[in-house]
């Protein structure tokens, strides 16, 4: 069950590190690759693999045969490549290995039960097998964001192309395991090569980045993008061409496809790029480069909608599918529901609601990480990292006095690291340039290296005794009758299996809000949109018209949340009517056929049943 996943993110990985190196190694005629180890060079390659499968999305060409063409250049360069990379392993690697072995792989190995993530199952996961199965863009209006960009997202329509579920979350799990090596290798690059494995620790210690790295949100990826483009600022030496601002901004471009929020960023990186260079037409270039980058989301947006940011901004681009009513609600909810009240003394207790978990809707953050934002103030009197921190402190600025969203702050989570292990690692280092001399060095190398062992050997018998404890309590799941056994425990899948058994050509939803990704077939229902399973509960006056109402969309099966209020008045209402059929119900919810209705007109129905068709969804929402 593991086996094949596996190898399929080894050679897609490996692809991914070959089309990086390439383009490192030919970008401008003068790159070296052997110069980048592994981080730039996979992020890269990741971005070229996205930007090409979105064009054979586009053209309709997307398979297995072309998922294989577009790999074997990948591969052929990183086989090319590797024989100039193997020698470049030195012990700060190996305690990065002891690091991903005690932090990463025990979080990793909760692939392998299906996914818990409320956005996974609602719209990630389902817009990608919706992808897959087409083999072409197209846009499901039923989903909470029928439009969006979705570069990473693109990754897991490769998932579903060549396996499916858990390899899908296992490209998230990779983002944060580059993010970790990447902060390692700033490390070396910049003579700080214990802090950059003291900053990997920190990161993958974290709890959110724990819970979030074995399911298929997308804000991990997002993080990537964010860091990678940040890195060549904090490699800055003392000569302004050093500063590898075309990797930059095709990073921040990669970020500005991955969600909507990697615009923020732009102004951000312009304004930073703006202090290090002094000159305007590199940082229009810079930001000419990252916007043409990440604008192939946009233009589809727009050919589809008229939006480049739909279902944003609707007010000033025209509505479509969502309506104002429904934008100022997920406003709401976006701005104003999380978190504590958007003041500057709440903002200067921010430190003590992180500790006091104010903020645990996906896992909140170590003490190490809280100490990186206590000391970024501080660190604006260091000048090497002057600007990191003014760039740490400006993003937490906005993100408080806006979402309070955790995991919206992710990309930040690598710098922040940077700060807090630099700030506890430099004093110790200044002592102990102090106390070793010459005479000592070669018995602290022996010291170091017994320590680097044992560390290791604790590493691995840590992570082993984690997963034994998750395999035994059955929380994972070694063979495929265990994942259908740990489904079937799920009230959602239940129902949501028995609908698909039906072969219906849709069904509707009302609530179930997190199991579109167990359907088979088109499913509707949702708080936003064409298919509003609220206001066609409340507007419900009799069996009959909401029969009718639902026939008009094609639907043939209606699944009902019981533990909601308003969705249990309905059932109470289409219980033992002519026009519903109950052929199915758990303690959560009822599953009812939608019987024929004479004199309704079905030729709306026999045309959703002929295909999935953006053009016709959208009449059936006028």
Not at 93 to 107: G, N, T
Not at 170 to 190: D, P, Q, R, S
Not at 226 to 233: G, K, N
Not at 469 to 475: E, P, W
């Amino acid at each position: 069950m593991l086996i094949k996943p596996l190898i399929w993110l080894m050679l897609i990985s490996m692809s991914s590190w070959g089309w990086g190196c390439y383009l490192l190694s030919h970008l401008n005629g003068r790159h070296e690759a052997s110069d980048h180890r592994f981080f730039f060079p996979y992020v890269l390659g990741t971005g070229c693999v996205i930007l090409l499968t979105f064009v054979l999305l586009l053209l309709g060409l997307m398979n297995v045969v072309a998922v294989f063409i577009m790999l074997l250049p990948g591969l052929y360069c990183a086989v090319k490549q590797w024989p100039n990379h193997r020698n470049t392993i030195n012990i700060y690697y190996v305690l990065l290995l002891a690091v991903i072995i005690s932090e990463f792989l025990p979080a990793f190995a909760y692939v392998l039960r299906p996914e818990v993530a409320a956005d996974s199952l609602s719209y990630h996961l389902p817009y990608a097998k919706f992808l897959a199965q087409n083999q072409s863009l197209a846009v499901n209006e039923f989903l909470r964001y029928p439009l969006n960009t979705l570069n990473f997202n693109l990754l897991y329509v490769i998932a579903y192309l060549v396996d499916g579920e858990i390899l899908a979350r296992m490209f998230h799990g990779m983002a944060a395991l580059a993010v970790a090596i990447g902060l390692v290798e700033w490390g070396v690059k910049t003579n700080r090569a214990l802090a950059g494995v003291f900053a990997s620790f920190i990161w993958l210690s974290t709890v959110i980045v724990t819970k979030l790295l074995s399911s298929a949100y997308i804000d991990l990826g997002l993080a990537m993008f964010v860091f990678a483009a940040a890195l060549p600022f904090l490699l800055i030496k003392k000569k302004q061409d050093d500063i590898d601002w075309q990797i930059s901004a095709i990073f921040l471009g990669l970020a500005v496809g991955t969600k909507y929020l990697g615009l923020m960023y732009v102004p951000l990186f312009a304004a930073w790029f703006w202090v290090i260079s002094k000159n305007p037409r590199y940082v229009a270039y810079y930001v000419l480069v990252s916007l043409l980058v990440g604008s192939p989301w946009y233009l589809y947006n727009v050919w589809v909608s008229g939006n480049p940011v739909h279902p944003f901004l609707q007010n000033l681009f025209g509505y479509w599918l969502w309506t104002a009513e429904d934008l100022r609600r997920q406003g709401d909810d976006l701005l104003i529901k999380h978190g504590v009240d958007r003041t500057w003394l709440e903002l200067i207790k921010l430190p003590y609601h992180f500790a006091e978990d104010k903020y645990i809707k996906h896992g909140g953050i170590s003490g190490l990480m809280i100490w990186g934002l206590v000391i970024s103030p501080l660190m604006l009197l260091v000048k090497t990292y002057r600007w990191l921190a003014c760039f740490v402190l400006i993003n937490v600025v906005l993100w408080f006095f806006t979402s309070q969203i955790l995991r919206y702050l992710l990309p930040v989570f690598p710098l922040i690291a940077i700060l807090a292990a630099v700030s506890i690692l430099q004093p110790l280092t200044w002592l102990a340039k102090k106390w070793i001399n010459t005479d000592k060095q070669k018995w602290f190398r022996i010291i170091n290296t017994c320590l680097v062992v044992l560390v290791l050997m604790w590493s691995l018998n840590h992570a082993h005794e984690k997963i034994k404890k998750r395999i035994v309590r059955g929380q994972l799941a070694l063979t495929e009758s265990q994942w259908l056994s740990m489904l079937e425990k799920k009230l959602d899948y239940q129902i949501f299996s028995e609908a698909n058994k039906h072969k219906p050509r849709a069904s509707f939803k009302f609530g179930f809000n997190y199991a579109n990704h167990y359907a088979d077939h088109i499913i509707m229902g949702d708080w936003f949109g064409v298919a509003n399973m609220a206001s066609i509960a409340r507007g419900a006056k009799s069996p009959e018209t909401v029969a009718k109402h639902l026939r008009s969309k094609g639907v043939d099966l209606v699944i009902i949340d019981l533990s909601n209020p308003l969705f249990n008045r309905l059932d109470a209402k289409i219980k033992g009517s002519e026009y519903f059929q109950l052929v199915f119900e758990n303690s959560k919810g009822r599953l009812y056929r939608l019987n024929y209705i004479a004199g309704i007109h079905n030729e709306k129905s026999a045309q959703f049943a002929a295909g999935f068709d953006r053009r016709f969804l959208y009449q059936l929402s006028e």
